[in-house]
């Protein structure tokens, strides 16, 4: 079983039907987040920087996943 099957199954990840305009939104949105990060850093803004960054990774992630028809889908929260 590969891991992409593997988390089929457990319902990590769904299957979606591939649209390369959400690809490309994605991919668009993650670069203009990468390009602010850098804009952060210059002016001193490391917390901000580090946010646009894992933003930025994270969504050119999601465009990998949903190139191939798949996104992740959410972690159910534990309530106390």
């Given at each position: 079983m590969t891991i992409e099957e593997h988390l089929l199954a457990r319902g990590r990840l769904q299957a979606i039907p591939v649209d390369a305009a959400r690809v490309a939104r994605l991919l668009d949105d993650s670069q203009r987040h990468l390009a602010t990060a850098a804009a952060a850093v210059d002016s001193?803004?490391?917390?901000?920087?580090?946010?646009?960054?894992?933003?930025?990774?994270?969504?050119?992630?999601?465009?990998?996943l949903a190139l191939d028809g798949l996104r992740l889908k959410g972690m159910e929260l534990t309530r106390t």
């Open positions: 001193g803004d490391l917390a901000g920087a580090y946010q646009l960054g894992y933003d930025s990774a994270r969504k050119a992630f999601s465009a990998l």
